[in-house]
């Protein structure tokens, strides 16, 4: 099966930048998605689209969210942290109807 | 607005099976493009895609659950449905039902707690 590798955490200073990769073989001939994840109520707090297509942006999302993806490793980059930024970031990749992977996730603190 | 809701049971018994719905309004589930899909998150840990199905009822599954799940769908009603077999302690999770596209989930439900417990 195919694995997607993310730190368990990451943290961050408010206004400072933020990085937090996911690596699997060979990602970069795969599309990237990333989703942000706020503790919420029960059961859970939906997530959130906030790139797609490797660097693109859904409606809505803050320019200061970025993303890229080569080789092995993809990154979703933080520009200006906010507090409201702090939540939990999943990676995703699929390259066919039959093959969807998640990350394990990165819990993001903006301290 | 697109709007996805989940329902099914909040406790279900080990060895049975899990049934789930979701029922979209909003949009279509003919909607040419976009394909619908059950993720799960089991308490404390990350996301866990399901499967996922075509409003033609191609479907396409997680090869580790393969073999327990049958995902299909009910234009008439706007539905999409989850039957997961055999469940044990482990598929404890929240369930969401998805709508897809381009190789990402766009759109969510709110997700429904399930526990697999006698």
């Known amino acids: 099966s195919y694995d997607l590798t993310q730190p368990p955490s990451v943290s961050v200073s408010p206004g400072q930048t933020a990085t937090i990769t996911c690596s699997g073989d060979?990602?970069?001939?795969?599309?990237v998605s990333w989703y942000q994840q706020r503790p919420g109520q029960v059961p859970g707090q939906s997530p959130l689209?906030?790139?797609?297509?490797?660097?693109k942006r859904p409606s809505g999302i803050p320019e200061r969210f970025s993303g890229s993806n080569s080789g092995n490793t993809a990154t979703l980059t933080i520009s200006g942290s906010q507090a409201m930024d702090e939540a939990d970031y999943y990676c995703q990749a699929s390259d066919s109807s039959s093959d969807w992977v998640f990350g394990g996730g990165t819990k993001l603190t903006v301290l | 607005q697109l709007q996805l809701q989940e329902s099914g049971p909040g406790l279900v018994k080990p060895s049975e099976t899990l049934p789930l719905t979701c029922t979209v309004s909003?949009?279509?589930?003919?909607?040419?493009?976009?394909?619908w899909g059950w993720i799960r998150q089991p308490p404390g840990r990350g996301l866990e895609w399901i499967g996922g199905?075509?409003?033609?009822?191609?479907?396409y599954y997680n090869p580790s659950l393969k073999s327990r799940v049958t995902i299909s769908v009910d234009t008439s009603k706007n539905q999409f449905s989850l039957n997961m077999r055999s469940v044990t302690a482990a598929d404890t999770a929240v369930y969401f039902c998805a709508r897809l596209r381009y190789s990402s989930v766009w759109n969510w439900g709110q997700g429904t707690r399930v526990t697999v417990s006698s």
């Open positions: 689209l906030v790139i797609y297509q490797d660097k």
């Open positions: 199905i075509y409003d033609t009822g191609s479907a």
């Open positions: 060979k990602l970069g001939d795969k599309f």
């Open positions: 909003g949009a279509s589930i003919t909607t040419s493009g976009y394909f």
